[in-house]
């Protein structure tokens, strides 16, 4: 097995994980199989008890595992499955250290950071990196390792030690260190300055390890007498120093390791110059160039409660994108505050509230997603009840499908005292439930998570059109309560459908309403396995619907077409009729760990 550690210095949010993504799918593209593991140094055992404000989103795994946002990446960028090992954390190592003290595994030793710690993490990683990710037997060739933080942190210091002497154990040649770092220009001077990446270099070596590629984060390409000095002062051959600069779109960033000979660096260190062919990136190519070029454009109003941060909603981003390219459509997300759209915001801050309105109204579609508390739930009802009035397409995912259940049953069904329990434990009309295997005293891991089967009860509904026709689909859930099944007889008489059910028929996963030209909501959440080449069906349906495609997307799914641009983006062209659900797009504006900001004029990273 053969490693490659990517560390950060000088500041947070460089991009680390899209950095350890791309050298993945270069590596890849040459040949090898590769795997990802992702450290965190933070004490909690996962990331599912974090607020999206603290820690970006939660990315939920096939196994159930509450992880952290970068191996949403990894899986995006390599198309692999990870498990709930590869996200590493402080206070899972610990956990594991201590459960084995309280059994007396450790002999009446002393239990101490070096060695039993440090051990631990290098075990986990050994063991972890052999596990096969890309559905073929046998391990991978190449782990990538991402190491949280920034060099220098105290969390990180246990790791780091492991690191260091994981490096020496493994052996010359097994192990490649990767390290990002950032290259600053003073507007005062317009020089690059060097001085920073130094500084963060000497303070790794003083921890024991050596760099021996550099990834210097800069607006602009680096000046050859930069490079030279860096290459002087932090021992790295010139050759082995790369520039990520900003870019048009994050599919760029293979292309900008490719271009400069980073793999070819990577191979060497390892010991695989055999494999030091030109990467087959061509399908990148050609999605990169497919998306500079996109001009018509769709706008999705996002009615959140996490607006305030983009990477509360990244893989909810990462899926529209997906789907918009898969359109041919230049997407355009409006962030709205769904407590702004609420009465007594238009008392308190009548600007926010009008703003909020003409948002949504102006949106060519309406996006509800996940979460959690009861702050400004009333306003993503109104959402859900303007789309379904007005006929605009709606996707509702989790609590954006249990609300819409709750508004039609207020408005359509004149049960206005319906809600979810949730939300009001004594509710009369009580549309959504609490699931009766869930925890109420213990709130890390006791939700419904994890890939979950949903069978669909009509053939001819949009939803089962989009998945191609399929019987059932797998999807990745994340959710406390649920559709009351006592009242699906009469949301369906009413003209709500329940098309999706789980496999006891008592668990509701999809609705529709037949009569609207797309209302869709999804207990499960489509977007953690939306892929550049596979976009999510869902998704794919929202952006169409919006875009004035969908009954073209409809009859190519049903005409079994549904991967036209397989080959047209593997020759580097393409053709811009409609649905092709096979290839899309995630933009950013240089690497900042692929986040996306929305100003209504277009999305930037």
Known sequence: MKYVLVTGGVVSGLGKGVTASSIGVVLKSCGLRITSIKIDPYLNTDAGTMSPFEHG??????????????LGNYERFLDIKLTRDNNITTGKIYQSVLEKERKGDYLGKTVQVVPHITNAIQEWIERVAMVPVDGKEGPADVCVIELGGTI?????MPFIEALGQFSYRVGPGNFCLVHVSLVPVLNVVGEQKTKPTQHSVRGLRGLGLTPNILACRSTKELEENVKEKLSQFCHVPAANIVTLYDVSNIWRIPLLLRDQKAHEAILKVLNLESFAREPKLDEWVARATIFDALQDTVRIAMVGKYTGLSDSYLSVLKALLHASVDCRRKLVVDWVASADLEDSTALEAPDSYKAAWNSLKGADGILVPGGFGDRGV????????????????????????????????????????????????NAKTPCVIFMPEGSKTHMGGTMRLGSRRTFFEAVDCKSAKLYGNVSYVDERHRHRYEVNPDMVVEFENAGLQFVGKDETGRRMEIIEIPSHQYFVGAQFHPEFKSRPSKPSPLFVGLIAASSGQLDRVLQGCCNGHVNPTKHSLSNGSYTSPVHQNGHAKKLANGLSNGTFYANGNGVHA
């Open 152 to 156: 220098g942190d105290i969390e990180s």
């Open 57 to 70: 989103e939660v990315f939920v795994l096939d196994d159930g595992g509450e992880v952290d946002l970068d």
């Open 378 to 425: 009333q306003g993503k009802i109104l959402a859900a009840k303007f789309a379904r009035e007005n006929n605009v397409p709606y996707l509702g995912i989790c609590l954006g499908m249990q609300l819409a259940v709750v508004e039609f049953a207020r408005n359509v069904m004149n049960l206005p005292e319906a809600n979810s329990t949730e939300f009001d434990p």
